[in-house]
């Protein structure tokens, strides 16, 4: 039975911008190992957080669509 999921990622609002692209790659190669086609990626970018993290204010946000085998 092939089920969709949807992953939301925050990721440090530190990262460079290859640091960033490179971190979602990281993400996106171990989503596909695992045998899962990706549907959607959509970076929202900086957005505030609703509660601090770390000393943390804001984080870059990533929303994955992914479908796959169970």
Do not use: C, H
């Not at 960033?20 to 990706?38: H, L, M, Q, R």
Request: no cysteine; aromatic share 12%; proline share 3%.
């Amino acid at each position: 039975m092939i089920k969709q999921y949807e992953t939301v990622l925050v990721l440090t609002p530190v990262l460079t911008e290859v640091d960033t692209k490179a971190k979602i790659s990281e993400y996106v190669d171990f989503i596909k190992e695992k045998g899962y086609e990706i549907v959607e990626k959509d970076f929202w970018g900086i957005r505030n957080l609703a509660y601090p993290i770390l000393k943390k204010t804001t984080g870059q946000y990533l929303v994955l669509e992914y479908k796959g085998e169970e």
